[in-house]
């Protein structure tokens, strides 16, 4: 379904199309009428999904920009995920003229008191401790709070934020709209939705079951410093035509791209930080052709209709497997072979499994290409390029000075010139750097659940450090606080 199909206005639509997107994800499409009509949501879908569009789009549209008064608060797990969350929303409402702000711990505070008095945003976003700091010390004004949005709920009761978020509830109006998302539906969260919310709607957006007949899927075993290379000996003997390599980091989509260029690859990257006429090039040039690698961000490429991928490299293997996909659905497409091939840390190999047990399909092990190999498969690329050549170039205007060439130089060391024209240096011979990346966690066994143990009155964590970690962001006279909040009426339809 289009974005204008869904009830947006004006300004949003435009910063849609400016970001690239051209269709609304499963949990888009069946989330944002639901927002726009003022329902409380729980939203069971995984990162990589579109969930943050998906809330922050009628979000953004119920906000006044005129009234400089925060609006609409967004609680998530880490500071990661409320930088990103903040980013991706200010440029959605860019248009719009809308503020947003992110805070969270770890950071200057007296900064965040200073942005928050200075130029008080219409939406917050934020860690549930650093958030709670903040109404200690009465730097916030929640009150006329009208949108509430627990965001990766699953994850927070896993860090032992429910306390927290309880807290942080108490000081909104109790008539504002809720919205959860979470990746997992324990009985914890839907205790939170039968408390805090209103007769919430659960949208659930199934995982969809990719049909992998024809895209082959192979995974590399290998250490990060190694990916790089291993990848681009791929490359050559598998010759792709039209390919993504999809990273984790916008830090990496610069690097792998200007890496593979180093080595003589038609390639180029796009990622959030690009601005809007050099992403619009790059992908117009892609699409067209004439580029042969696109380098991307789940971010970056989500919702990108682009036909004729004949490869798909997933150079960081992606979080959840919803993501994957979602990213090899690139490929195979309109009865076309594809190809993808996944690297794997050693570490990763849960995550690897739990793709597979997603798709119903093994990824087939595949050897790294040696050095020998990768020449090969350059020079079988090469001489299909010089028949294409031959057979598309007239070529008795050039035949005095070809007759002048044999005349000096041996026909065979002519045409070994060509073909070493037309490949590339072994990937050991143009050194490329590439900043290692923190590793996935390793997965835990069981649900989300598995972690807690119920007290009097709350969940809490067995391990101690999740309670010194939620101590070091938030007010240590948290007991202070009674929890008033009506229990509500709870219904799924």
Do not use: C
């Not at 039209?242 to 260029?261: A, C, N």
């Not at 789940?298 to 993501?323: F, K, M, W």
Request: charge should be positive; glycine fraction near 6%; aromatic fraction near 6%.
């Amino acid at each position: 379904m289009k974005f204008s199909e869904l009830g947006l206005e004006k300004d949003l639509l435009t910063a849609i199309e400016r970001s690239g997107f051209e269709e609304a994800t499963p949990i888009q499409e069946a989330t944002i009428p639901l927002v726009l009509a003022g329902v409380d949501v729980i939203g069971q879908a995984q990162t990589g999904t579109g969930k943050t569009a998906a809330f922050g789009l009628p979000v953004l549209q119920h906000v006044n920009p005129k009234k400089n008064i925060i609006q609409a608060v967004i609680i998530s797990p880490t500071r990661e995920l409320a930088i990103q969350t903040q980013e991706e929303l200010y440029r959605l409402g860019k248009d719009k003229k809308v503020k947003v702000l992110a805070v969270y711990g770890g950071a200057d505070i007296r900064r965040q008191i200073h942005q928050l008095k200075h130029n008080t945003p219409q939406i917050l976003v934020g860690t549930p401790g650093r958030l709670l700091d903040h109404i200690n010390r009465k730097t916030v004004d929640l009150s006329l709070v009208n949108s509430l949005i627990l965001d990766e709920a699953d994850e927070m009761l896993d860090m032992g934020f429910l306390d927290d978020i309880e807290s942080i509830i108490e000081s909104i109006p109790p008539n504002r709209q809720t919205l959860l998302f979470s990746a997992t539906m324990p009985k914890a969260i839907l205790n939170i939705g039968e408390k805090f919310m209103m007769e919430p709607q659960v949208v659930k957006i199934k995982a969809k079951e990719l049909t992998t007949d024809l895209v082959d899927q192979y995974f590399v075993r290998a250490k990060d410093f190694e990916k790089f290379d291993i990848m681009t000996r791929i490359m050559d003997v598998q010759a792709p035509e039209l390919t993504i390599v999809f990273v984790r980091t916008k830090r990496r989509v610069d690097e792998l791209s200007k890496g593979l260029e180093a080595r003589g690859y038609n390639a180029a990257g796009i990622h959030g930080d690009l601005t809007q006429q050099r992403r619009m090039n790059i992908l117009r040039k892609f699409k067209a052709g004439q580029l042969d690698i696109l380098v991307a961000t789940d971010v970056a490429a989500r919702g990108l209709d682009i036909s004729g991928v004949t490869h798909v490299y997933n150079y960081d293997i992606p979080q959840d497997p919803e993501s994957y996909v979602h990213r090899i659905g690139r490929t195979g497409r309109a009865g076309h072979h594809g190809t993808s091939v996944t690297f794997v840390t050693p570490n990763e190999m849960d995550y690897l499994r739990v793709i597979e047990k997603l798709t119903k399909k093994r990824m087939e092990p595949m050897k790294p290409p040696t050095e020998a190999e990768a020449f090969e498969g350059q020079i079988s690329s090469a001489l299909v390029d010089i028949k294409e050549l031959v057979a598309k170039t007239t070529t008795a205007k050039y035949e005095a000075q070809a007759k002048e060439l044999l005349e000096q130089y041996d026909a065979v060391d002519l045409v070994a010139a060509l073909l070493n024209n037309m490949t590339k240096d072994d990937a050991s011979q143009v050194p490329v750097k590439i900043t290692p990346e923190r590793p996935l966690p390793r997965r835990k066994k069981g649900n989300h659940t598995g972690n807690f143990r119920r007290s009097n009155k709350n969940w809490r964590p067995k391990n101690k450090r999740y309670d010194e970690r939620r101590r070091s962001e938030r007010d240590r006279d948290r007991d202070q606080f009674k929890h008033r909040t009506k229990k509500r009426k709870f219904t799924i339809r």
